[in-house]
């Protein structure tokens, strides 16, 4: 196969649980394909601990002898870290703990969203495409967005495909089929249990999900519940947040980015689709255009149950953003 030159992939936070799952992965060429190889920009706090925890996970990317990558930057300077990057992994921030929100992060990891947007403008690459994780990711990315004059606000995506991968099971589960008879299971709104995975587009088996999973009161409750509060779940269960399944639902967003004709959910800065405010970022289907780029996929009928779960998503957006306007001025 012949070899595309080397894109540059800058991720924060490289030292962290979610870059120890993933920056194997994009070596490997899971997330840009076994024809693309990478450059990786490893971007960390400017900490002795972070440091010399970075310097051990690019050791052990180097003893992998990956063959696509083909560099390795580590550094705590974002301005060295986003130089030319093609894109710009938004991981590096606090986690949750047990009984907290993921809005309760909102004033201290904010802060890393604006100064990173700002660097990110003046030196990632022309063609640059930035996804956030950091939560709350959506309003984080609102907040990179917010920060880029060069750069259009439609290259600044939030992960929510976690809570799609999350779906697809769940409904699986329930109908006793296959994952892969799952298809067209999108999360709208926001990263938290406020989001709405749309269970009535969904399909299984090229049948309406709702005729073969009838049970209408566990698509509306215990169903949206679950997707909901799953990072709950796992965080009381493992005592730390989820990691792998971040790293590969990321994976999964950035290779159906780049995967023209792909169908997923990302969180976009609204249109006013879906009745979502403007100015507010927040989980949607899009078909992958041209890589790197997307068109929402509007159309789609909301009843009168979608529509309270979409409006009630929009408001906790709505607040998130006024509660960090004074940030963002
Ligand atoms: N959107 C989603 O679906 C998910 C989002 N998350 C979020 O991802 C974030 C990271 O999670 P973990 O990797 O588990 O946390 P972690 O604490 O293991 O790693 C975070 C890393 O970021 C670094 N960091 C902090 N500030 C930084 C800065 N300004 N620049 C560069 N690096 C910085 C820290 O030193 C640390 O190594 C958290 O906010 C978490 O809540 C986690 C799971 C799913
Ligand atoms: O729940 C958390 O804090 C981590 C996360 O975003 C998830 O697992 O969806």
Known sequence: MAMKPPIRVAVTGAAGQIGYALLFR??????????????????????????????GVAMELDDCAFPLLKGIVQTDK??????????????????????MERADLLK??????????QIIDAVAAADARVAVVGNPANTNCMIAASQAKRLPAERFTAMVRLDQNRAQTQLAKKAGVDLTAVKDIFIYGNHSPSMFPSFAHATINGKPATSVITDTAWLQGPFCETVGKRGAAIIAARGASSAASAANALVDHVRSLVTPGAVHSIAVKSNGAYGFDANVWAGMPVRTTTPGSYEVITGYAMDDFAKSKLAATNKELVEERAFVADMIK
Do not use: H, T, Y
Request: glycine residues 14%.
């Open 78 to 99: 974002p301005e060295v870290g986003f130089k030319d990057a093609n894109w710009c992994l938004l991981i590096g921030a606090k986690p949750r703990g047990p009984g």
């Open 108 to 117: 201290d990891n904010g802060k890393i969203f604006i100064g990173q947007g």
């Open 26 to 55: 994009i070596a490997s060429g899971a997330m840009f394909g076994a024809d693309q190889p990478v450059i990786l920009q490893l971007i960390e706090a400017p900490f002795e601990k972070a440091m010399k925890a970075l310097e």
